[in-house]
Every structure is written in C-alpha cells, then in structure tokens.
C-alpha cells in the first residue's frame, strides 16, 4: 500500500511563529504542539508524494480544481500576513495530476486542472510544519475543494485513495481545513451558537468513525456553524474510509472564535 498517512489540518497563519510571534502563538499551544507530533509521524513515513487539498485558493463553484501551472512549479509565501520569509516550493507530478483528471471523469466528478501556482495560506501554514519532515523533498499534488456536494467530495477522496495505491512511491494525504468561525462574538465570522454546536458534533463523529453522519449533515446548518473545512473533511473520509488504518486524535480548541482540529491516520 503506497497510501502511508493521512491527516485532518488547520490552517491559521498564526500558529506559523513568524506570523504569530510569542503573543500569538500562545491560544493556539495545543494545536501548535499537535502539528509538531504530527510532523514527527509524517517524518517516520518520509514521503515522496504529497495531496493536499484545501478550501483556499481557486475555489470553483461547481468543480474540484488541482493545481498544475505552465512549469510544473508551486510557490509562496506568507507575505501577507508579515512573514514574507515563510516561502515553500514544490514540484508538480504532471502525469500523477492528468491521471486524476482522467479518473474522476471516468467517475463523473467534476475535476478540472487549473494553471495556477501561488500557494494559499490554506496550504502554507500546515505545510509550514509538514516541511520540516522532509528528508528529501516530495513533489506535491495541491488540490482546492469546489462548492459541490460533500459526497462529490467523499468520492473524489476514493478516487485519491484508489491512484495512490496504485503508485510505487510513498504518499500522505493532508485535508487542510479549519471548522466554525463563529464560536464567539470577536469570531471572524461572528457569533453563531451552532459553531459549538457543528464542531462538537464532527470531532465526536470522526473520532466514532461514523462518517455516514457526516456525509449527511444538512448544508444549510452547516453554513450556520460558518466552517471552512467541512469538504476537505469529507475528502479525507472518502480516503480513509473502510481501510486498516490508526487513528490518532491530537487536539480540538478554539481561540480567535476558530476551531481548529488535527488528526492523523497511519495506514
């Protein structure tokens, strides 16, 4: 099985120390602690492909965008966050990224590459981390969630989890994505009182493996709960579901009114 690990990720720039400094880094210990023991698991693995996929960046109403620029190249910074040292760099597998392509129409999903190939903070901020359990740099397959249906998203997982197997090199799985901002009045997204309510319900799932229940969470609640990471969730699902793996749970918190879970899968 080429499919090593696979992990549920936040993505606040804050918890990278250059946006963050001491001050800000402090409401967010536990999630930043989780993702050292987390690099450490992925470091074990010593990846040579990486997918990704994230709610930021080229977002498509209807189709789930992969990241495949002219030169085969992803690049960014966290410039705008006042870290501009903060770069990563990755190559692209392009015969890997058509392959997905042709897989998920084959499937009826619709999946579309995109030329685009400056990095979100959505990707930067758990790759920050991630990076530094790179022995030798793996080539990276960025992936960005479109606004479909979260079974579009589980069977798009199922397609990832089918071609990774299928592949001789290592591969990791990331589903980057934050849960509710709304769990207190300063909230990026104000307060709504389902933002506790949907990020305790999910967190209770996943760790019960009930993923059906997930897969069938009303989208209109949802949207009240104000998450952002809900189809990256049912992408990992789709990944994960029905294999033999080992399940670790590391944190759940919620400073800056922004849940924030990390959880590993170790085939």
Known sequence: MALKYAAITPHPPVMVPDVGGKEGLKP?????????????????????????????????LSAITVRMPENMELKGSLWQFGASNVELSYKVPKELCYKILEKSAEAGLNVKGVEDETLDHGFLAPMFYLDKAFKK???????????????????????LREIANSLKEKVVFIASGDLSHRLSDDAPGGFNKEGEVFDKKLVKLLKEKKYEDILLFDPFWVDEAGECGMRTVCTLIGVVEGQKVEQKFYSYEGPYGVGYLVMGYKF
């Open 28 to 60: 967010v210990e536990k999630t930043v602690n989780s993702m050292l023991a987390l690099t450490k698991e992925v470091a074990e693995v010593e990846p040579e492909i990486i997918f990704i996929i994230t709610p930021h960046g080229p977002v498509d």
């Open 137 to 159: 740099k793996p080539q990276v397959v960025s992936m960005n969630m479109s606004l479909g249906s979260y079974k579009n998203h589980y069977e798009f997982g199922k397609i």
